[in-house]
């Protein structure tokens, strides 16, 4: 499976930006698809998760501000986010677990900066 990213880039605070990442190879093999973040300094972490079905999770920082959707059909998965803030500037990476969850797959990062 392989990942494209895209999407980054600067944006003033309030701003939005909306990341997507097209997966290509063994897609049946794929059942959450997700985005993480990385911040300068900081651990990896993880941001949103849709699976197969349509069921989402966020973290709590980015609740009623990013969206996380799927298309199926197009094999990508999209975040939106809306009301950006200084503290979201990160590098963004794209994931996809497959069914068994022994599998990880990563994009490239993505970079979002968020300027106050």
């Known amino acids: 499976v392989q990942l494209q990213a895209s999407g980054g880039g600067l944006v003033q605070a309030g701003g939005s930006l909306r990341l997507s990442c097209a997966a290509s190879?063994?897609?049946?093999?794929?059942?959450?698809m997700g985005w993480y973040r990385q911040a300068p300094g900081k651990q990896r972490e993880l941001v949103a998760t849709?699976?197969?079905?349509?069921?989402?999770n966020y973290i709590e920082s980015v609740k009623g501000r990013f969206t996380i959707s799927r298309d199926n059909a197009k094999n990508t998965v999209y975040l939106q986010m809306n009301s950006l803030k200084p503290e979201d500037t990160a590098v963004y990476y794209c994931?996809?677990?497959?069914?068994?969850?022994?599998?990880?797959?990563w994009g490239q990062g993505t970079q979002v900066t968020v300027s106050s």
């Open positions: 190879g063994s897609i049946s093999s794929i059942s959450v």
């Open positions: 994931n996809a677990r497959t069914w068994n969850g022994l599998t990880a797959y």
């Open positions: 849709i699976a197969s079905g349509g069921m989402r």
